[in-house]
């Protein structure tokens, strides 16, 4: 497509609930990125894709949090056992190579009650 | 290690005056800059990059920075504002070390124009 497609655009869960994110990169980028981004501050890096493989996972907060990109194209990032720290919007990027820039999309509005 | 400082949270300028949002940057290796603009719901927008070429980057909607190594500063700047430039900025460096992918943002500077 033409642009960086993440659904839904909000999810409201109930604490404890698990919740998935989707991310419909560019069709052809490479590279796939997951950013957290909480009311008032920066985007914060949680993990990052080459294709299929999960080449960093270092900013994902816990083990309940867990990404996927089983073919190389659509990612989703799972929340389990939603609590309300986890209220944020979470960004998808997507790049040819890291030179090109990057493409965000709009982003996911997680309101954990 | 990479990281970035957005050295003022607020700015208001006059419709038709000139701009300054500034940030400093911190890497161990030559970094990759950019700078990102949000309006409000709306996602982030590539307004320009610095990728070791120029260092004076030319970006959208009449926005420049300058890449100042000395300073470690990477300032975006445009010499008349719009009503339309009103929204949050971020500024943003990448390692340009082997496989290092991950962008680390600042805090982000929110810019008011004011009629």
Sequence with gaps: GAGVSQSPRYK???RGQDVALRCDPISGHVSLFWY?????QGPEFLTYFQNEAQLDKSGLPSDRFFAERPEGSVSTLK???TQQEDSAVYLCASSLTGAFGYTFGSG????VV | A???TQLDSHVSV???TPVLLRCNYSSSYSPSLFWYVQHPNKGLQLLLKYTSAATLVKGINGFEAEFKKSETS???TKPSAHMSDAAEYFCVVREANFGNEKLTFGTGTRLTIIP
């Design chain 1, 12 to 14: 409201v869960a109930k």
């Design chain 1, 36 to 40: 957290q981004q909480a009311l008032g």
């Design chain 1, 79 to 81: 929340i389990q056992r």
């Design chain 1, 108 to 111: 996911t509005r997680l309101t």
């Design chain 2, 2 to 4: 990479q990281s970035v």
């Design chain 2, 14 to 16: 006059s419709e038709g």
């Design chain 2, 74 to 76: 990477f300032h975006l």
